[in-house]
């Protein structure tokens, strides 16, 4: 049986190369970042939420206006800087610690908050119904879908009702089969990863960033038993095949469809 946990991998991203566990782009990398990328990494955070907001205004609601905002593997606050400046009250949640610090520390350097800052086991503390904006953003992709699906259920459950989900998934991969069935096994053998990482010329301690996907169908009809309408998507792919859906949806006081 395939594990439902891979957060061991993400504690050492956050601690090891937290900028590049966030974006893979060999700027970000620990060997590499300086002023310059660290300044387009949070450029690229600015430009992500203000695409959100565009999308929820023009698609769902001219007026939203939230106060109370979650954002869910938030890494090192890539986008928690910018929503603090867009709400009153935001919340950022990540499994990696080193992460949460990281955060920490650039929203002081970029004098916004403070937010508040949870690990991912402290979710089951916050109260139902208590964002007007919950989102989550290349982050579901890497958590195995059962564990996945978990969270999404959560995550609708801490919307107010008239609260807007802005949630990414990958559900499909268009690229080399074997490849992907490889990077997936890989994030379960320590010893398969650091034989591949040593081939590849990595470290052997590298610790891989997995792909999953998930059903659509599953996802919508979760959505559905929520209470969740006017639903918008927007399609994406990344360059190494896995096709992904960003998913902006309001939830409403009467479930469509009953429990």
Known sequence: MIPDNTDHHWKRWGQNDPYYGVLTRPEFSKAKLDAESRHEF?????????????????RIRPDFAPERILDFGCGPARLV????????????VDVSPPMLEEARKNCDIHGVGPPEFLRSDQLASL?????????????????PPRRGERLVRRLVDLLKDGGIGAIHLTYSHNGNAVRHLLNVWRSYSG????????????????????????????????LLRAGCSKLSVEFSSDPAGCNGVMLYFEK??????AQ
Do not use: W
């Open 42 to 58: 949070f450029e690229t955070g600015e430009r992500h939420v203000s695409h959100v907001f565009e999308v929820i205004h023009s």
């Open 81 to 92: 800087i910018p929503f603090c400046r867009r709400a009153k009250f935001v919340v950022g």
């Open 127 to 143: 109260p139902a119904s208590s964002f007007d904006l919950v989102h989550t953003f290349i982050v579901l992709q890497h958590i």
């Open 191 to 222: 010893l398969l990863n650091g034989v591949l990482n040593v081939i590849t010329g990595r470290p052997y301690n590298r610790p891989t960033m997995m792909m999953n996907h998930y059903s659509l169908n599953r996802i919508f009809d979760m």
């Open 252 to 257: 409403t006081p009467t479930p469509l469809l």
